[in-house]
């Protein structure tokens, strides 16, 4: 059964550095999605991304934030400048379509700010 | 604005016992709700959605509109039911993303 795939499942990183987390959605599927879960607390929409663009965002997704689909494949999450508080799990999704159809996750990339 | 309570953190039942996993919403619209299970050092995992209407592990859940509920229940838990649940909400209105409750953490004990 095909997976969403996400590298790399931890990543330490130091304060003010960019960090890159990536993602292979389903191959057949057009809608993806970044949610992130800091440690004790709920699962949070971070943002969703159609047609090469982005659909919604969160409050949480500010100007640090970005995503890309630079290929065919690969649907990443870039953090400019990390703060302590994004550290995390990070989750990516993928959905055939939207309108509540079940989205797919892979399996988390944990992410430590030092 | 979209919400889903969990009230209840940790269920711990016996093997062989009926377990029901309670989920609340709050949504201006029509909502498609969802059970997520997360087994240990697993990623999380479509359980059931409400729009099916079936039967997964031998888990149901019914959708009632008139109580925003959709209460996740198993009438014998098994061991291997040891996962970390979470009640999910999506929907036009919503974006079509998805919104979580806290999770409640099922321990079945032998």
């Known amino acids: 059964e095909p997976e969403v795939t996400q590298t790399p499942s931890h990543q330490v990183t130091q304060m003010g550095q960019e960090v890159i987390l990536r993602c292979v959605p389903i191959?057949?599927?057009?809608?993806f999605y970044w949610y992130r879960q800091i440690l004790g607390q709920k699962v949070e929409f971070l943002v969703s991304f159609y047609n090469n663009e982005i659909s919604e965002k969160s409050e949480i997704f500010d100007d640090q934030f970005s995503v890309e689909r630079p290929d065919g494949s690969n649907f990443t999450l870039k953090i400019r400048s990390t703060k302590l508080e994004d550290s995390a799990m990070y989750f990516c999704a993928s959905g055939r379509k939207g309108d509540g159809q079940p989205q797919h996750f892979g399996d988390g990339t944990r992410l430590s700010i030092l | 604005a979209q919400r889903v309570t969990q009230p209840e953190k940790l269920l711990s039942v016996f093997k062989g016992a009926p377990v029901e996993l309670k989920c609340n919403y709050s949504y201006s619209g029509s909502p498609e709700l969802f059970w997520y299970v997360q087994y240990s050092r697993q990623r999380l995992q479509l359980l059931l959605r409400?729009?099916s209407r079936e039967s997964i592990k031998g888990f149901t859940a019914d959708l009632n509109k008139g109580e925003t509920s959709f209460h996740l229940k198993k009438p014998f838990a098994q061991e291997e039911d040891s996962a970390m649940y979470y009640c999910?909400?999506?929907?036009?209105?919503?974006?079509?993303?998805?919104?979580f409750g806290g999770g409640t953490r099922v321990l079945v004990k032998p």
């Open positions: 191959s057949n599927h057009l809608y």
């Open positions: 409400h729009i």
């Open positions: 999910a909400l999506s929907g036009r209105a919503a974006g079509n993303k998805l919104t």
